[in-house]
């Protein structure tokens, strides 16, 4: 039998997953603040429960305000040498996440 804890944890996994889709969907239709304030809501619940948010959303919001970002509207992404670079133009931060590495 699964735990307590174990049927929580998969509960608050299916609920951030719901809101991480709600998020990208009012983003699509515009209402960007809506998607941020579910994007946070996903964050606490993550916290709360020690869940993970999924590894393909993590691009998909600003690490610095956890504002939702849409390149080309809210957001700048360019690519240096080393780096993805995403500027958020809510804060106006750089999230830089390395690429490639040593040959
Ligand atoms: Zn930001």
Redesign the pocket.
């Known amino acids: 039998m699964r735990s307590y804890r174990a049927q929580r944890k998969k509960i608050a996994r299916e609920r951030i997953a719901r809101l991480l889709d709600l998020a990208e969907q009012r983003a699509l239709q515009g209402d960007l603040d809506l998607a941020t304030r579910y994007v946070e809501l996903a964050r606490k619940l993550g916290m709360k429960y020690l869940v993970r948010i999924p590894r393909h959303f993590k691009r998909r919001?600003?690490?610095?305000?956890?504002?939702y970002?849409q390149p080309g509207n809210n957001?700048t992404v360019r690519l240096t040498r080393r780096h993805l670079a995403i500027h958020?133009?809510?804060?106006?931060?750089i999230?830089r996440i390395p690429y490639g590495g040593q040959p």
């Open positions: 919001f600003c690490k610095h305000c956890y504002t970002l957001c958020c133009h809510a804060c106006g931060a999230t």
